[in-house]
């Protein structure tokens, strides 16, 4: 009965793949995020959905591509993937205006 | 623009000490404010938010209109509460800003 999960937990893989992680939410949110936390534990905004639809875009490289099939799942496809996307991503989910609860994360090492 | 600023990024304190984290926000609406919690390796848990008032694991914030600030704190600190600590701000868009953090460390 996982909130937030998302696969895969870990992923390692060289430069110029293209992969992705999957997200899905078991709460009935409207809202789902994709966070990135970088290995200074930084964690910054990437996306949000608000029932399948973007709403927030930040600045992130177009190589990343979320995809929102339906409100309970948020995917990350990462295309040419580059050593400065090592990082541990976090999708969450709410019902605004309510607190974010966050997967467990992936964290993806690029080498 | 929304900001959270976490000033410190470690903070070291004996088992049994006060503890503060603080945090201040720049917004120019009524913010939602939250605390969040990771331990090592782990999700983010949502530690306390301001409308709700309540306590837990012995942590409180209030937030302060005037000083921009939702600092937390413990009265005595306990050795399973190091961990990483964010203050989070929403303006109501569906945007959730994160200070960088505050890595508590609690000394035995």
């Known amino acids: 009965d996982t909130a937030v999960s998302q696969t895969p937990k870990y992923l390692v893989t060289q430069m110029g793949n293209d992969k992705s992680i999957k997200c899905e939410q078991n709460l009935g949110h409207d809202t789902m995020y994709w966070y990135k936390q970088d290995s200074k534990k930084f964690l910054k905004i990437m996306f949000s959905y608000n029932n399948k639809e973007l709403i927030i875009n930040e600045t992130v490289p177009n190589r990343f591509s979320p995809k929102s099939p339906d409100k309970a799942h948020l995917n990350l496809h990462i295309n040419s993937l580059e050593l400065g996307d090592s990082a541990v991503y976090f999708c969450?989910?709410?019902?605004?205006?309510?607190?974010?609860?966050f997967g467990p994360g992936t964290r993806l090492t690029v080498t | 623009a929304q900001r959270v600023t976490q000033p410190e990024k470690l903070l070291s304190v004996f088992k049994g000490a006060p503890v503060e984290l603080k945090c201040n926000y720049s917004y120019s609406g009524s913010p939602e404010l939250f605390w969040y919690v990771q331990y090592s390796r782990q999700r983010l848990q949502l530690l306390l938010r301001h409308i709700s008032r309540e306590s837990i694991k012995g942590f409180t914030a209030d937030l302060n209109k005037g000083e921009t600030s939702f600092h937390l704190k413990k009265p005595f600190a306990q050795e399973e509460d190091s961990a990483m600590y964010y203050c989070a701000l929403s303006g109501g868009d569906d945007k959730i800003i994160f200070g960088k953090g505050t890595r508590l460390h609690i000394l035995p």
């Open positions: 969450a989910s709410s019902q605004p205006p309510g607190a974010p609860y």
